[in-house]
């Protein structure tokens, strides 16, 4: 008990202890700090009402650099049944600092948006016209899904797998996408796993699957 009542009493000892106490404090901080700000990397906030391009005069700025024209006439058609069209801050610069961004889906009869993830930004999809399957798969692998009719909204968690799919064998569906990032990323899994350069003896364990079938997964992303 004197030994303790002694240290409690040292001056050295507390001043010591407070020492590490800020220093520790201090450090949380830091990393603190520098998770938050690679958080808001993607989309930096604004300390202006709004961003535009180096280079331009805030005076003429219009309504004209507030509008995007570019899904006039819908997405555009693919061999794959799905055309899309997305409008980033890449396409649209207003976008810059706010956070958001859209994209527009046309699936035809049977046509599939197949299973990818956005690493940087949530999304949440409005069904436009037709009717479309979607599902999103969590860290534990448990997949939840639904058919959504035209009016239904679906949100994906932000960096969770997920795919849109329009069953119908007769109709078409068109679905509008909004991003809770100005470039919400797209990494699409069939063709960033089997379409990259990953050595085929990482792709057979991962998988479980023969060297011949990731050959013929890989032809399928050319």
């Known amino acids: 008990m004197a030994n303790v009542e002694s240290l409690s009493a040292d001056p050295g000892a507390g001043g010591l202890a407070s020492k590490n106490m800020a220093n520790s404090l201090a450090l949380f901080a830091t ?13 930096p906030e604004l300390t202006t009402d709004f ?11 219009d309504g004209v650099f507030f509008t995007y024209t570019g899904l006039r006439g819908g997405a555009p058609s693919s061999t794959t049944g799905l055309g899309h069209k997305s409008v980033s ?5 207003a976008l810059n600092g706010l956070g958001v961004s859209l994209e527009l889906l046309e699936f035809a009869p049977g046509a599939v948006n197949v299973p990818h993830t956005h690493p940087r930004g949530g999304e949440i999809v409005f069904v436009v016209d037709g ?6 798969v969590d860290s534990n692998g448990k997949l939840y899904k639904n058919v959504l009719q035209k009016g239904d909204v679906f949100v994906f968690p932000k960096g969770l797998p997920h795919y849109q799919a329009n069953f119908d064998k007769n109709n078409k569906a068109v679905v509008v996408s909004a991003f809770g990032s100005s470039n919400a990323g797209t990494v699409s899994l069939p063709k960033n796993l089997f379409g990259s350069s990953i050595p085929d003896e990482v792709l057979t364990k991962a998988f479980k699957i023969s060297a011949d079938t990731i050959q013929q997964l890989r032809t399928a992303q050319n």
Not at 33 to 41: D, K
Not at 51 to 61: A, F, H, N, Q, R
Not at 131 to 136: A, I, L, P, R
Request: glycine share 6%.
């Open 31 to 43: 990393f603190a700090l520098l998770f938050f700000t690679t958080v808001q990397a993607a989309d």
């Open 51 to 61: 961003s535009i391009p180096d280079g331009t005069e805030e005076s003429k700025v």
């Open 89 to 93: 801050v890449k396409d649209f610069p």
């Open 131 to 136: 009717s479309v399957t979607v599902g999103t």
